[in-house]
């Protein structure tokens, strides 16, 4: 009896999925704006367990700077960020570039989750970027909303030096307009809705207007990525797979959010999820390469950068176009990459 009866236990340890008794361990770090929380989304709902991965996600942070920092310290192993690979790889961080986490693979321009927000009585005018000429403008240096106040300027016909740039925590802004230390502020949702709100009379100047194109990457070090293929993959089909629930459900989305974002208000969070939505889009194509190379480009025109370098070797598309080729379903939702954008393994970007 007792033998049948280990022999019973044997049986059903067997029928239990190997991805549950030996699942991987990854450690993937975030920042706190609203397009980051497909990451969350594939913890809370079970995506990362699905495709056999334990994901701890450390704290977020308040910009792309710290989570590089996190990275570079062993706290995290993957994270999202954007503008700040720039500055990092140029300081020697050797960082690969693996999917989006918010972008566009199918057209140049995508920035609608990115809003300049002025005060009541800063004299800077809805629609009139000349206005900003003068003014005290909040950005957090190095990120890419720093990025969107640079080719916002230059679409009015400015130059950096025609404002004063003050280097702000995104968290803080609301904090600084209130208190009239600023005039106005660049900034990712959910920060400029949470200061339509919060500050009285405060004007929405420009939102979106693809005035850049949108850099937002699975980053990771070059040696980390060259020994974690198969989980790479993994992580890339889970956090795809959350990207599309978050598009079919955006109001479960933004309650998820809510847990992720200190302070983020279920209503806030709604109406940030529809700007976000919409370049929820984890594929890469030649879009992705341009978009980064386009930003190396403004900031060393305008001498915000000494250098710059290949983006060709900071990108690794493999992992994700195996995934878009292996489970297509978890983008049939999203326009498909023109044929003059699509890439393929060992893709080259020329300029």
């Known amino acids: 009896m007792k033998r049948l009866l280990l022999l019973a236990i044997a049986l059903l340890a067997g029928m239990v999925p190997a991805s549950a008794q030996t699942l991987t361990k990854v450690k993937a770090g975030m920042v706190t704006g609203i397009d980051q929380i497909g990451l969350p989304i594939a913890l809370e709902r079970g995506f990362f367990e699905k495709y056999g991965l334990d994901v701890t996600i450390a704290r977020p942070y308040a910009t792309g700077v710290d989570a590089l920092n ?101 968290p803080d802004m609301t904090v600084a307009l209130l208190a009239k230390g600023i005039d106005a502020f660049s900034g990712w949702d959910p920060w400029p809705i949470v200061a339509g709100k919060d500050v009285p009379g405060a004007v929405e100047i420009i939102r979106g207007g693809d005035v850049i194109s949108y850099i937002g990457f699975n980053v990771a070090l070059r040696p980390w990525v060259q020994a974690n293929g198969e989980t790479i993959e993994k992580f890339l089909a889970a956090v795809s797979e959350a990207d599309q629930w978050m598009r079919k459900n955006p109001k479960l989305a933004a309650q998820v959010a809510t847990r992720w974002i200190p302070g983020l208000k279920q209503d806030v969070a709604e109406t940030a999820m529809q700007f976000n939505i919409q370049q929820a889009d984890r594929r890469l194509s030649a879009n992705n390469y341009r978009a980064l190379w386009s930003a190396e480009d403004r900031l060393s025109r305008l001498g915000i950068l000494k250098s710059t370098f290949d983006v060709n070797a900071h990108i690794e598309p493999k992992h994700i176009l195996k995934v878009m080729k292996d489970r297509p379903e978890l983008f049939a939702d999203l326009p498909p990459i023109p044929e003059t954008a699509a890439i393929t393994p060992g893709y080259v970007f020329k300029p």
């Open 70 to 170: 996190a990275l570079q310290a062993g706290e995290s192993e993957i994270v999202q960020v954007g503008v700040p690979m720039i500055g990092a790889v140029l300081r020697g961080m050797d960082l690969v570039a693996l999917g989006n986490y918010s972008g566009n693979a199918t057209k140049a321009g995508s920035d609608a989750t990115m809003a300049i927000i002025a005060r009541e009585g800063s004299g800077i005018v809805k629609g009139d970027l000349s206005t900003l000429k003068g003014k005290k403008i909040a950005a957090s240096f190095g990120t890419i909303n720093h990025l969107y106040i640079l080719a916002t300027l230059e679409k009015a016909g400015l130059k950096p030096d025609d404002v004063t740039l003050v280097n702000t925590p995104p």
